[in-house]
């Protein structure tokens, strides 16, 4: 790692951070009630791709776009009903794992922002009207 890292992953420690992020953000997603239903059986395919994303945001390789294309986000997760508390749940799983895999202040702070406006951007489905 460099002594002045210029991006968020360098300041986080790289591939093992942002392995141990996405580990502990899907071990979350698995006990949330609410969250679990959108994922598939097996989080295999879905964390790989979480981890290429996760890097090639935060400054690492660009290995979204190399194996994937662009990541097209919204497109990508328009077949899945998505609403303002899908995005907030999935908000705590990740701040959750941000601690859990010791990511410091203020990349942490950092890294929230820019996914709390990725969460919401994925919005595609209204809350249901209860009365």
Not at 23 to 34: C, I, P, T
Not at 54 to 68: D, H, I, S
Not at 111 to 129: F, K, S
Request: glycine residues 4%; negative net charge.
């Amino acid at each position: 790692m460099n002594e002045h890292p210029t991006t968020i992953y360098e300041a986080i420690g790289g591939a093992a951070t942002m392995e141990k992020l996405v580990d502990a953000f899907y071990n979350r997603v698995e006990q949330d009630k609410l969250l679990r239903p959108l994922f598939p059986s097996s989080f295999d395919d879905v964390k790989q791709r979480q981890y290429w994303f996760l890097t090639q945001l935060f400054g690492g390789e660009r290995l979204y776009e190399a194996n994937r294309g662009n990541p097209m986000l919204r497109a990508r997760h328009l077949p899945f009903p998505i609403t303002n508390r899908h995005a907030k749940a999935w908000l705590v799983c990740m701040e959750g794992a941000m601690i859990e895999a010791e990511i410091p202040e203020p990349a942490r702070e950092a890294m929230m922002h820019r996914l709390t406006m990725t969460a919401y951007h994925m919005v595609n489905t209204d809350e249901p009207i209860t009365e």
